[in-house]
């Protein structure tokens, strides 16, 4: 038998595939992570990303995910935030008004996306025991044989594995080849609204230094009732604000184009940027006069239209050999900002579970290993079987129960806010 660890492979190397991949290493198993686009820290590769969103907020949530693999990690990741300590709620005249998350002090965290996926990948990369692929893209599963079969710009390739993760997205094809193997109860729902992203720039202070244009401690929110507008911080002074409006009125501005987000090539007539300039003029006249009626016009016709896909499903693994986490097994609306926070959270309590049921990839060498000799054992097969099962069982209701708040608070943050009895309860909360 040979004394080779076991071999998971993740596929996915978005946050959750790669703090999968750190927190599998650190349990001592071999890990590979396959991800089927370019390196983004590659240059070409963060041209092609220049219209994808670039901030999220993270909370306590996702901060103890990455704490529970490395503290070290969490607190280099938390140098970069800016912390966001409530709402900034803009209403039709550009008044502002604040409302503080918590009394205490708690706060959620504005993180450049792209600088926490890069910084994943560079830890992964950084450990002896992952091998890190990318332009592998998952296309066919076969989990009862432990085989996967990648697409590579050179061919297929096929991959053997103990133990498989699917953290490969909303839509993703780990969790499409489990179908064929369990009865997996499954349910997609795109809601009625899009969202656009649109950049504000920052200001130059007197010293001719950037600036932000307005307090970066907020989660600034301009609630209109059936749309919102939002705006987070970066680092470098700018906000990036999110539109999200129901489908039917953005067609009343924008032609509609293919759902396969693009960008478009051509510009807006004169009469169409009149539209967009005045429709902002009535709802959001500040957040206008902050963006400037050019980079607004230029972001709204040329940055994507994207949907917004809600998936649950149960169970979330196959006997000991495969598991979904993050948005493969639960994408829900940004409303709450716990996506990935949830995500993150997925891989802590997996490693918990996995650690209560005694999984240990020590302990033998598997098929993986590409060796003739067959595992004498199925003490470990047992124990992994249990542990994900446990996590299906323990962990359906809470996810449930999230992307249900995420889906309610869109209704918070578009109208609520504004409602009086809204505004009397949290007065009274805060006291
Ligand atoms: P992803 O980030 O989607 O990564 C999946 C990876 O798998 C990708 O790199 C992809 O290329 C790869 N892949 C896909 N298919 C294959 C294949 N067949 N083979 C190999 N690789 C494959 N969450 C928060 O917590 N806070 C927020 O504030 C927040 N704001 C959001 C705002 C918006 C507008 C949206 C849309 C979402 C927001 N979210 C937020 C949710 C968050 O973006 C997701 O939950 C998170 O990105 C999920 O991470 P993931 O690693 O599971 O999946």
């Not at 050179?154 to 103990?162: C, K, P, W, Y």
């Not at 939002?230 to 759902?259: H, M, R, V, W, Y």
Request: overall charge neutral; hydrophobic content about 40%; charged content about 25%.
């Amino acid at each position: 038998m040979s004394n080779l660890p076991r071999k998971a492979v993740v596929v996915g190397g978005g946050p959750v595939g790669c703090l999968a991949a750190l927190s599998l290493v650190k349990m001592g198993w071999r890990v590979e992570l396959y991800e089927g686009r370019a390196d983004p820290r590659l240059p070409a590769s963060k041209a092609a990303q220049a219209q994808r969103s670039i901030n999220l907020a993270m909370s306590s949530r996702g901060i103890a995910a990455l704490a529970s693999v490395d503290p070290a990690l969490a607190d280099r990741f938390m140098d970069t935030v800016i912390p966001m300590r409530g709402r900034m709620i803009h209403d039709a005249k550009g008044r502002q008004s604040s409302q503080l998350y918590d009394t205490s002090g708690q706060c959620i965290n504005s993180i450049d996306r792209a600088l926490l996926n890069e910084g994943l990948l560079n830890e992964v990369a950084a450990c002896p025991d992952v091998t890190l692929r990318f332009q592998h893209k998952l296309s066919t599963a076969d989990y009862d044989r432990r085989e996967l079969v990648f697409q590579t710009p050179s061919g297929t390739e096929l991959v053997a594995f103990d133990f498989c993760i699917g953290a490969d997205g909303s839509y993703s094809n780990v969790r499409r080849q489990m179908m064929r193997f369990v009865r997996m109860n499954f349910e997609q729902e795109y809601i009625p609204h899009e969202y656009v992203e649109l950049r504000m720039s920052a200001a130059v202070d007197s010293g001719g230094a950037p600036a932000f244009k307005m307090d970066p401690n907020h989660l600034h929110i301009w609630p209109r009732h059936s749309f919102m507008l939002i705006a987070l911080p970066n680092k470098d002074k700018t906000f990036t604000c999110t539109l999200f409006a129901p489908t039917t009125e953005l067609d009343k501005l924008l032609p509609p184009f293919s759902f396969a987000a693009r960008p478009r090539e051509d510009a807006p007539n004169p009469e169409q940027t009149s539209k967009i300039v005045q429709w902002f003029r009535v709802h959001f006249p500040d957040a206008l006069d902050l963006i400037g009626e050019s980079v607004l016009v230029r972001d709204f016709w040329h940055n994507p239209r994207s949907a917004l896909v809600c998936v649950k499903g149960t169970p979330y693994h196959y006997r000991d050999r495969v598991i979904l986490l993050g948005d493969s097994a639960h994408a829900m609306t940004p409303f709450f900002g716990q996506g990935l926070n949830c995500g993150l959270e997925d891989v802590r309590i997996l490693a918990n579970i996995m650690a209560t049921c005694g999984v240990d990839p020590r302990t033998r060498g598997g098929e993986a290993a590409g060796l003739a000799e067959k595992p004498t054992t199925i003490d470990e097969d047992a124990a992994l079987a249990t542990a994900l099962r446990t996590y299906t069982e323990t962990r359906h209701d809470d996810l449930l129960a999230i992307s249900e708040m995420a889906f309610d608070n869109y209704m918070q943050m578009r109208h609520s806010v504004t409602r009086p009895t809204y505004l009397l309860r949290k007065a009274v909360e805060d006291v």
